[in-house]
């Protein structure tokens, strides 16, 4: 694994503690100023009040015990600019009828601005928005 | 549709025009300078040069007569950052034997650079990747 996949991993878990954990102020700091984040098949979120609010409204419906973590991953770089491909997980043990499917593939576009690698495209259901 | 995803969707379908027409100094202008193609899982062309040679490569394979399209395609607008998600379909009447499958979900992002969409990152296997 090369040194920037491994730092975006590394992020990626510290965003996904920061969830976990309803920090929802470093939250919004692993993102772009105009990032996107996909809430469900056709809705987004764009920048980071609207994210964090999500954040806000999604530990809520998932009775504060998400617990999102990744699996498998594979980066793809190009410059500033890195595709990460990621197998997801959510787990929420006190949301038994959750809507949300345990584990996705999730598709993410990391941006290197002035040195800080954030995360501009959000989107948990990776592909599967075109079948929806 | 937007006015970006318009503009992004035109560029690939020219894109799959230079590449049918094997224009392949035209090809590598819809790419940035430091772009990605993934060539097959685990195999990838960095930058222009590299990724010249490998749809020379491409088309010799499939016996001159290969002919990308897209269908339905989904943009995540991120500012000058955009993940498309796309429908691909691989036409390639003179190669009945091809190992490569006719429809895919692929995952391109484009980067808006000095006002200029280019593809930064163009793989066609999308979340597949992490099934190899």
Redesign the interface.
């Known amino acids: 694994m090369s040194e920037t996949a491994h730092t975006i991993q590394e992020l990626i878990r510290r965003a996904d503690a920061a969830i976990q954990e309803e920090r929802f102020d470093d939250v919004v700091k692993f993102y772009?100023?105009?990032?996107?984040l996909?809430l469900s098949p056709g809705r987004?979120a764009?920048g980071k009040a609207e994210i964090r609010r999500a954040f806000a409204a999604i530990a809520e419906y998932f009775n504060h015990s998400l617990k999102p973590s990744q699996g498998?991953?594979?980066f793809?770089?190009?410059?500033d600019?890195?595709?990460v491909?990621?197998?997801s997980f959510v787990d929420a043990p006190e949301k038994g009828d959750s809507a949300y499917p345990s584990e996705r593939?999730?598709?993410f576009?990391y941006?290197n601005i002035d040195g800080q690698w954030l995360c501009?495209?959000d989107?948990s259901y990776?592909?599967a928005?075109?079948d929806i």
């Open positions: 772009t100023e105009d990032a996107v996909v987004e764009h498998n991953m594979v793809l770089e190009a410059g600019t890195v595709l491909l990621s197998q593939r999730a598709t576009v941006r501009a495209v989107n990776g592909t928005l075109l």
